[in-house]
């Protein structure tokens, strides 16, 4: 198989656009996250028609495409290089920059004042999130004992992390202070590509925590990989169904706190512990 048709099943079927489509619908179906029916599709046609945003349309495409670089058991490219985890990301964090491009250029104050909530909690989040999935994709499949500390701190704070970088739980967007948050004076097409587009990359972001933290065992069928990436993506939606039943939400300075003076420094501890590990023990 040639190396272009690789990259087009991995970009159009598995694991990239059809993959993760089918994975964002059983997302949101766990998640009850809002996002109407024929969304996606109303939303690209408008913005191929000009009347709806086109930075809303490519990054959900953005997203749709990443996971085709990131490391999935039985990818067509094989084992990831380091270079299509950097391109996985690159897309990624593209997706979420034009994301919140119509909000901050609105000129309604209440939907800029929502769209940079959502920035500087999303962008805090992420940074932790990939610092500390850095530091367990680090470790490799390697589960000796003096290892499995320094994996088990990432993830942590990965878990911490994550309800940040997705907006969920104690938070999200806050209602009672930005009405119709950054969406607010969005057309129906571009409000409903902008849901579809946050919650495909809410699926993207669950799926990092088992496709990073625990890479690939030498051994193991790669359908049984598959399966473990899924099942975890899938109960993580569920502790996200439930943590969004909370109505409580963190001030925007109470969430940056918990980012970067609980979770941040734990990151960092796991990479000091994993080097510490390796160099002495």
Known sequence: MNTLLQQLIAALLYPGMLTTMLLTLAVIGITKLHAPGGGLSRGFLAALQGKTSLNLALAALL???APA???WAGSPLATPRLGQLW?????????????LMPGLQSLAASSVRAAMREAQLSSAGRIVLWLALGVALWTGDNWQWNIVPARVLALIAA????????GWGPFA???SLTPGGPEAELNRASAELA???RAIRATVLLTLIPLLGFP???GLHWSLHVALTIATTLALAGVGRYINGSTVRQPLNESLRWCYTRALPLALLSGIVLVAMQRWL
């Open 63 to 65: 997203a749709l495409i």
């Open 69 to 71: 670089f990131l490391p």
């Open 87 to 99: 391109l996985a990301w690159a897309l990624l964090e593209t997706s979420f920059m034009l994301a």
């Open 159 to 166: 878990a911490m992390a994550l309800p940040v970088a997705l």
């Open 173 to 175: 967007h806050d209602w």
């Open 195 to 197: 849901q579809w587009g």
């Open 216 to 218: 690939i065992t030498a």
